[in-house]
């Protein structure tokens, strides 16, 4: 098999990865990620995944690389990693009680093919006190996360329930990379 590459610094990702049991290794992108204005959120996820992975694939032509992003949106709005404390405070404020999407979009590139696609899950908070926003805030775990919250972390304690694939709410949908990655 070709050498696999992730082409992402996340470390949530990277422990993902490792439960396929495949030899891999990371070379974070450096793609520029400005989007579009006019853009669908399923879109979105799908061309920021593959401007990583071809970034990467650019470096390292013989590997398979994979590239992947994930947002979360609320009706109809992207929201992205938290500018800082007020920022997050607001988007937790925004999720309390709501249901909302959760996308990661994920791309391989290797010579032979690219195959771009993305899985969306429905998460719905809690109703959340100033309290409880105040306490998960002060942990700093939801300053690196789309959506200002990590479901696997202090941060599953917001969420009442999900429909669809956990993992990718976490960042990489595992059960779909391993069938796509089957055709490379």
Same mark, same amino acid.
């Given at each position: 098999?070709k050498p696999l590459i992730l082409a992402s610094s996340s470390p949530r990702r990277k422990e993902l990865l490792q439960l396929l049991q495949?030899?891999?290794?990371?070379?974070?992108?450096?793609?520029?990620?400005?989007?579009?204005?006019?853009?669908?959120?399923?879109? =979105?996820?799908?061309?920021?995944?593959? &401007?990583?992975?071809? =970034?990467?694939?650019? &470096? /390292?032509? /013989? =590997?398979?690389?994979?590239?992947?992003? *994930?947002?979360?949106?609320?009706?109809?709005?992207?929201?992205?990693?938290?500018?800082?404390?007020?920022?997050?405070?607001? *988007?937790? /404020?925004?999720?309390?009680?709501?249901?909302?999407?959760?996308?990661?979009?994920?791309?391989? +590139?290797?010579?032979?093919? *690219? +195959?771009?696609?993305?899985?969306? *899950?429905?998460? +719905?908070?809690?109703?959340?006190?100033?309290?409880?926003?105040?306490?998960?805030?002060?942990?700093?775990?939801?300053?690196?996360? =789309?959506?200002?919250?990590?479901?696997?972390?202090?941060?599953? +304690?917001?969420?009442?329930?999900?429909?669809?694939?956990?993992?990718?709410?976490?960042?990489?949908?595992?059960?779909?990379?391993?069938?796509? &990655?089957?055709?490379?």
């Amino acid at each position: 098999m070709k050498p696999l590459i992730l082409a992402s610094s996340s470390p949530r990702r990277k422990e993902l990865l490792q439960l396929l049991q495949m030899p891999f290794t990371i070379i974070s992108s450096d793609a520029d990620e400005t989007l579009p204005s006019q853009i669908s959120p399923e879109e =979105a996820v799908k061309k920021l995944s593959l &401007l990583k992975a071809k =970034a990467v694939f650019g &470096l /390292e032509p /013989e =590997a398979c690389v994979i590239g992947a992003d *994930t947002i979360v949106v609320l009706g109809d709005k992207i929201l992205g990693k938290p500018k800082d404390r007020q920022d997050a405070r607001q *988007t937790l /404020e925004m999720l309390s009680g709501k249901k909302h999407e959760v996308l990661t979009g994920v791309s391989i +590139v290797a010579k032979e093919k *690219t +195959v771009t696609f993305y899985e969306k *899950t429905e998460v +719905v908070f809690w109703d959340l006190t100033k309290e409880e926003i105040e306490n998960y805030l002060d942990t700093g775990d939801p300053f690196d996360k =789309a959506g200002s919250y990590g479901i696997q972390g202090f941060g599953s +304690v917001l969420v009442k329930e999900i429909k669809g694939d956990y993992f990718s709410v976490v960042g990489l949908p595992v059960a779909r990379l391993s069938r796509e &990655l089957r055709a490379f």
